[in-house]
């Protein structure tokens, strides 16, 4: 039997850009070998959970099929598993045996294989890297369907070459991962406000006796404002809980697009006031899923962007420049035409040299989600030419538009002309 294939208008997270495409949803490596030899080119598809276009290509080859736990170790805390399952999917397993990710982004429905092509990072980086950092092993099909184990000793240039490679390798159909040891589901977390970014950085750059940290920073009020933030630190408490049981947070839904105009400078202003009201100084207790995945509980919460979609900016940039390149950063988007309505800066520490493709280098990074405007794409090019002398670089799994020079990658290393998308058609664009 073949894979079943439909044809649809398809888009990431941040609902731009978009394509029709077909998409085919193969039910067992037979059938994705097929497609490999059938297909002059497509690109692997995990749950979309990317923002731009690395996961959008003519042709898309979900993945969502690939669902089983192939293996679990909960002695070592080491689990394989194929590439379609859902970090979501493997939490109340894992944790309810004493185990956790050393490394989750802010969301948990991102497949294994996305984790592994995009080499996620969190907000422990300078302690625990990206995803990839610990990965044992993975099994990936090849543009003429051939399958092929990668791992630091087989076939280790192809390893390394598929973390961070946007699906242009191949396609991961399993892959064996070191967890870490959990002993209680439950968070020490110290949120710190800052007046203004100096004092708010200052405390970033401070040693912590904190793993995780990441910071929000209010780029949407005026005047003395402008700025100002929060620092969210956080630990995990070593006190053993009597069961483990994965925490359920509640979730509400944002059930249609809302209007564009909805966001706007003014609105993010009243959000911005009352969210730097609520993180005043306190510490607290929380749990895993509160402190991982706060933006899990609003689900679609992209909708309230509108149908247009928004663009988020994530850029990396070292640490020679890190103050001078955010502060540049800041004081442009001070008077642009467009305000970015959430903010995230994280610390990164050093990146292992093996692991070139992986987004972040020592230094600091900022996401920045933009309504999408008629003015956005001039916005971002004012951004890349700011950033650009720095050394800085884009996440490309959150960009739709940014130059191919923020990129600090060449798509052609990769060989195979078969993986294609329409992120890599972009940076290959003369
Ligand atoms: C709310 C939100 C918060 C986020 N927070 C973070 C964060 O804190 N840190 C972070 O690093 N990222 C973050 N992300 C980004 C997200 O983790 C990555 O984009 C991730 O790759 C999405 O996984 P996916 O399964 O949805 O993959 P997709 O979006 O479907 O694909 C992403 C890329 O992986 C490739 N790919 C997917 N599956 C395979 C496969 N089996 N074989 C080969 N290639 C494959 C695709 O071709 C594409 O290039 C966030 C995203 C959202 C929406």
Known sequence: MKAAIS???????????????????????EQLSELCRQWPQ????????????????????????????????AQNGILECEAGVLLSELLPTIVAAGWFFHVTPGIKAITVGGAIASDVHGK???EKVCFSQWLLSFELMQSDGSVLRCSRTENAELFYDTCGGMGWTGVILSARFQLMP???????????????????????????DWPYAA???????????????????????ENADAKLEYPKSNT??????????????????????????????????????????????????????GKKGFVQYQF????????????????????????????????????PAEFRNSFPVEGYSLAMDFPKTRHIFQTVRALD????????????????????????????????DKFFSLLKGRLLAP
Not at 9 to 26: D, M, T
Not at 182 to 208: C, D, G, H, I, W
Not at 278 to 291: G, L, V
Not at 323 to 348: R, S
């Open 252 to 305: 509400i839904s944002v059930p249609f697009y809302a209007p564009s105009w909805l966001l706007n400078r003014f609105s993010m202003q009243l959000y911005n006031t009352r969210y730097f009201a609520k993180n005043a100084d306190r510490d607290f207790e929380t749990d895993i899923d509160s402190y991982f995945y706060p933006l899990d509980r609003l689900l679609h919460w992209n909708r309230l962007y």
């Open 385 to 416: 030419d700011i950033l650009t002398p720095l050394g800085a670089k884009i996440y490309l799994t959150k960009d739709a538009c940014s130059a191919p020079e923020m990129a600090h990658i060449d798509p052609r290393r990769f060989g195979a």
């Open 124 to 126: 422990n980086h300078p």
């Open 215 to 237: 910071a929000w920073i209010d780029m949407a009020s005026g005047g003395s404002r402008y700025g100002r933030g929060a620092v969210f630190f956080a630990k995990h408490i």
């Open 42 to 73: 497509f690109i692997a598809r995990g749950n979309g959970k990317c923002y731009g276009d690395a996961a959008l290509s003519p042709r898309i080859c979900s993945t969502l099929a690939f669902k089983k736990i192939l293996d679990f170790d």
């Open 182 to 208: 959990l002993k209680s589901v439950r968070m020490q977390q110290k949120t710190r406000r800052f007046n203004n970014f100096e004092a708010l950085f200052a405390a970033m750059e401070a040693p912590q």
């Open 316 to 351: 990396c940039v070292p640490q020679a420049h890190a103050f001078q390149g955010l502060k540049a950063v800041l004081n442009y988007l001070k008077n642009a035409p467009d305000t970015p309505f959430l903010t995230v800066l994280k610390k990164h520490g050093p990146r």
């Open 7 to 29: 044809r649809k208008i398809v888009k990431n997270w941040a609902n731009f850009p978009q394509i029709e495409a077909e998409i085919a949803h193969p039910e067992s490596p």
